[in-house]
């Protein structure tokens, strides 16, 4: 298992920003090499993402699935997916911290497997590409903050559904 971390502090309350991580049509804008998310239910994405580590570009259908949503505080995601010889499995959190100036602090984690051809990359090459998608993300979200683009909150977390991840 491989163990994920980082922040990223915005110019926007987390009220706002809350709005921005839970709304699909944003989420898909900014999530790199993401070409769809559907919402299946409140609760329940599917996506198909393209993902590359050195020379491993695997394009993965996706499953997620809402497990909390405190809103505007802490989204917590249990996902998983699978591309041609390649396969993962992770639950990610994000908690949303006001630092009490009208910024917002987002800390956020994320515990996963991965085997296949991309496992083969090793840890260090994963973490690189990892933090530097996650920090894309987080960059990409701000700026349609920063622009004013339109976003609904539109995720719920699912009814008696817990996120875990076994080693």
Not at 38 to 49: G, H, K, R
Not at 92 to 99: C, F, G, R, T, V
Not at 146 to 152: K, R
Request: charged share 25%; net charge negative.
């Amino acid at each position: 298992m491989m163990e994920f971390e980082g922040e990223f502090t915005s110019n926007h309350s987390r009220e706002e920003l809350w709005n921005y991580f839970t709304d699909p049509d944003i989420l898909t804008a900014c999530a790199p090499g993401c070409d769809e998310i559907v919402m299946e239910s409140p609760s329940e994405l599917a996506a198909v993402i393209s993902v590359g580590v050195g020379s491993v570009k695997p394009t993965f259908d996706v499953d997620m699935v809402v497990t909390q949503a405190d809103e505007p505080e802490t989204l917590r995601m249990e996902v998983g997916g699978n591309a041609t010889r390649n396969s993962f499995d992770a639950v990610a959190e994000m908690n949303l911290h006001s630092n009490g100036d009208d910024t917002t602090t987002a800390h956020w984690s994320a515990q996963t497997n991965v085997s296949g051809l991309i496992a083969s990359m090793g840890q260090r090459a994963l973490g690189s590409v990892s933090t530097r998608l996650v920090n894309n993300f987080f960059e990409d979200l701000e700026a349609k903050a920063d622009e004013g683009v339109s976003a609904e909150s539109q995720l719920q977390a699912k009814e008696g559904a817990e996120a875990s991840i076994d080693d």
